[in-house]
């Protein structure tokens, strides 16, 4: 029996290192000191508030259908973190004093005006006149509708004498006596060469006069566009004309920081005479008349000569505002890098329980099979019956620490969605 037992114990200590190196073959990458992990560690403090690129990174979820991979962590706590958006409000309403200080010297334009209109209706030479050019280029546009539209006419006979060269008829006198020529001729002919080369030559004439034809259709097509056109520019006849009379008195003052203002000014007057609801061109119904524009220039200069002078006493406010928005910037950027920083901590805290949780459930298939070997053995009375409950208190204990595992791996999640925001 003394042999038996030193054959079991044998047989145990082989099986232990199996156990060991199925552990390590079945354990994820990270579990065996993938040098890819070191590379993969963020940066121990973030010194801008943009952070750099970040390496490509295991993506432990916040909730199981809700994947999160730490680039997209860090842009959602830079995006909703409250403490980063209080900053940001910070910054933003220190930069509203600033421009506010600075609004005291920012320049500003003074005007008057004044504005003077007639609308009245147009003499009747003009309103004449404007009728006769509208009448004059409506008789010219019907002209060419009617003479395309014995062209179009003309143009369909040589398709069908194209389609028809023998039996079929046209209107254009010297078009039909050329093709009937030419029948004759193919008629007489018995050579069939001779027939080709004057087939040939008929083809060519209907070509020809099929391509001339189209080409005055196209151009009578043109011209009717550009008539029509023309005439919708020009629109209907004037009853009214309007003259107004504008004038703009502008001054622009600059107050500098030194103490002085410097008032350059300007005065433009305008004035305009046309029909009512036309532009300008002649082309579009107007009366060509372009409207007048003329200008004064000028300025002022107010300078203190005792209090109130100099850029120390009038920009004091604006400095210290300055210096304020600076600050607020700072910590900005302290806040963002800390705040990141926390973000970061938090997720490699669940990037770390994701994998304990694989390497247990691994490690309990693992276990899972040895008992099934270690049970074989007993059966085969190769191991004793303590073997089997050993087996199973160590199943139960890699149960309890899978269940802490997820449960450490629920609460690392729940703190990486706390330190996004």
Same mark, same amino acid.
């Given at each position: 029996m003394a042999p038996r037992c030193r054959f079991r114990s044998l047989r145990l200590d082989l099986a232990l290192p199996l156990l060991a190196a199925? @552990? &390590?073959a079945h354990a994820p990458a990270g579990a065996q000191g993938d040098p890819a992990d070191a590379e993969a560690r963020p940066p121990e403090r973030f010194r801008d508030a943009a952070p750099a690129p970040l390496p490509e990174v295991p993506t432990p979820p916040i909730g199981a259908d809700a994947p999160l991979a730490l680039d997209e962590a860090i842009r959602v706590t830079l995006d909703a973190d409250p403490a980063v958006r209080l900053e940001e409000a910070n910054v933003a309403f220190r930069?509203? @004093? &600033?421009?506010?200080a600075s609004g005291f010297f920012?320049?500003?334009l003074l005007s008057t005006a004044s504005f003077e209109y007639f609308k009245g209706e147009l003499r009747a030479a003009v309103r004449r006149n404007e009728v006769q050019r509208r009448d004059d280029l409506a008789e010219s546009l019907a002209g060419d509708r009617e003479e395309l539209a014995g062209t179009e006419a003309a143009l369909d006979e040589i398709r069908g004498l194209q389609a028809d060269p023998e039996g079929f008829r046209v209107s254009d006198a010297d078009l039909q006596l050329q093709i009937d020529l030419i029948n004759s001729e193919i008629r007489s002919v018995d050579d069939p060469a001779i027939q080709q080369e004057l087939l040939d030559l008929r083809a060519e004439a209907i070509d020809?006069?099929?391509?001339?034809t189209q080409l005055l259709v196209d151009s009578l097509r043109q011209s009717i566009d550009m008539d029509q056109q023309a005439l919708d520019d020009l629109g209907?006849?004037?009853d009214e004309e309007e003259i107004w009379v504008a004038r703009l008195n502008l001054s622009y003052l600059m107050p500098f920081r030194q103490g002085f203002t410097l008032t350059p000014f300007v005065e433009l007057t305008a004035e305009s005479d046309d029909f009512v609801d036309k532009p300008v061109a002649v082309e579009e119904g107007g009366k060509g008349i372009e409207d007048l524009y003329?200008?004064?220039?000028?300025?002022?200069?107010?300078a203190?000569?005792?209090?109130?002078?100099?850029?120390a006493t009038n920009t004091a406010f604006e400095r210290s505002a300055g210096v304020e928005l600076a600050a607020a910037r700072e910590r900005l950027r302290d806040v963002t890098s800390l705040e990141v920083l926390s973000t970061v901590l938090a997720?490699?805290?669940?990037?770390?329980a994701q994998r304990t949780v694989e390497v247990l459930e691994d490690s309990i298939a693992v276990q899972g099979r040895l008992s099934g070997v270690t049970r074989s053995l007993i059966e085969a009375d190769e191991l004793p019956a303590s073997e089997n409950a050993r087996s199973r208190a160590r199943e139960a204990e890699l149960g309890g620490q899978l269940e802490s595992a997820r449960r450490r791996a629920h609460e690392t999640r729940v703190a990486l969605a706390e330190a996004v925001g």
């Open positions: 199925m @552990l &390590l930069a509203g @004093l &600033l421009q506010e920012d320049h500003a020809d006069a099929l391509s001339d209907a006849a004037p003329r200008t004064t220039i000028g300025f002022s200069f107010d203190p000569l005792l209090r109130g002078a100099g850029r997720f490699w805290d669940a990037v770390a």
